[in-house]
């Protein structure tokens, strides 16, 4: 491939600031970002032969310098391999890091999988990660795991961050601390999530947003199958106000929930005979766009979902063109206060520069039209099924799909 056309080409917003090797391979599940008390963020990365990585930036000698550490987590087997992990700090006014990691060990007739909680309760030692490492509780699982994300959910009490992790067994399990006996337990997900039951297939991907000053929710996943849902809920209630769903050929590697900076032009949407949502004022509840990516189609956003649900649909130009789109994420990469769309492939592709213009257009409301072909928008087809390129992915692409994500 000769990369994206010349009108969509332009510098590279990326510089390499630092390299470190890891000791083998990782996966789509294998990293996670949480800021620190003091503020600033730590990333940890997990390879699938059981290492835990974490990188920081610290002040040596009036510099800033990247440094990398493996941290030793207890309780992960040496011939383990690591499926996925997360981080978060505790909902205030609790106070702790917490970080989970899922792994499968070879127990030679069978594969057990795992789930490891790590939090200290020491006073002290609650950000200490070296100690909290030390600090694990083991839970068996009997299903294949997949994502491992986490949710602040809103309670009487007040607010509770929670683990989401999906299986292979078409279920979103989830994990509730009790802060009585130290320890995390499963709960019925139905409770707090009752948009995440009666699944079609297993989820590769989940998104959940908490929509500002409301107690009011958006939750995305993309399926195996290729099925793709987005549900407003109100969690006092917990009831899921509306619910959009289509159905794509193959599977849904990510859905990612996110805004775009108003254009600064008059909002007149509140004044819309149509509210999709029961008894709320959509201009208060803002703007969300859904962001999906398939190993085998185009990558689409899905505009105001709130409003239109998923029927005001943009492609990304050129997000078949080379091979499976893996993940995916929403960030403002050159700092000039516009977030853009970053794709990255199975072959290690990057489509920075032409998801970019999508967003920028996106941001202006500006109908994003084909700039290689007819000029017509892509639209579904009957069925809610994307338009499939012909010839644009091999069967060697979709067996390699098929390896790293089935």
């Known amino acids: 491939m000769d990369g994206p056309p010349r009108s969509l080409r332009g510098p590279c917003p990326f510089v390499e600031d630092s390299f470190s090797r890891l000791s083998s391979q990782s996966n789509i599940y294998g990293l996670s970002a949480f800021p620190k008390p003091k503020g600033g963020c730590d990333l940890l990365t997990a390879t699938l032969k059981g290492k835990v990585i974490c990188f920081r930036y610290q002040s040596l000698r009036q510099k800033i310098r990247p440094v990398a550490k493996e941290v030793q987590f207890t309780y992960i087997p040496v011939d383990a391999e690591i499926v996925s992990l997360d981080a978060f700090n505790k909902s205030p006014p609790k106070r702790g890091l917490v970080v989970g990691i899922t792994f499968i060990k070879d127990s030679g007739d069978k594969a057990s999988p795992f789930l490891n909680i790590y939090c200290d309760y020491e006073p002290g030692s609650e950000y200490n990660l070296d100690s909290i490492a030390q600090s694990c509780l083991n839970l068996e699982l009997q299903f294949t795991p997949f994502q491992l994300c986490h949710v602040e959910v809103q309670e009487e009490s007040g607010c509770e961050t929670v683990f989401l992790l999906s299986g292979h067994d078409h279920q979103i399990h989830l994990y509730k601390e009790n802060e009585t006996l130290h320890q995390f337990e499963e709960q019925p997900v139905e409770f707090f999530f009752p948009e995440l039951t009666n699944l079609p297939s297993h989820v590769l991907w989940l998104d959940v947003v908490n929509i500002p000053d409301s107690t009011q929710r958006l939750t995305a996943f993309g399926c195996q199958n290729g099925f793709v849902r987005v549900s407003h809920v109100d969690q006092k209630s917990k009831v899921v106000l509306q619910s959009w769903h289509v159905q794509q050929d193959g599977p849904i590697s990510t859905v990612l929930l996110f805004r775009l900076p108003s254009d600064g032009r008059a909002d007149t949407r ?63 990469v050159d700092f000039d206060g516009i977030k853009e769309i970053l794709l990255a492939t199975y072959g290690q592709h990057s489509l920075t520069s032409t998801a970019a213009l999508v967003t920028e257009r996106l941001r202006c409301r500006i109908p994003l039209l084909d700039n290689q072909g007819s000029g017509e928008r892509a639209e579904t087809e009957a069925g809610g099924h994307l338009p499939e390129s012909p010839g644009t992915v091999t069967e060697i692409d979709r067996e390699q799909t098929a390896e790293c994500i089935g």
């Open 270 to 332: 509140g004044s819309s005979t149509v509210d999709p949502c029961p008894g709320e004022v959509q201009a208060c509840l803002g703007n969300y766009d859904l962001l999906v990516t398939s190993a085998i189609e185009l990558s689409v956003v899905y505009r105001d979902v709130l409003r239109k649900g998923l029927d005001d649909q943009v492609t990304l130009p050129e997000s078949d063109q080379y091979d499976s789109v893996l993940c995916a994420t929403v960030a403002d």
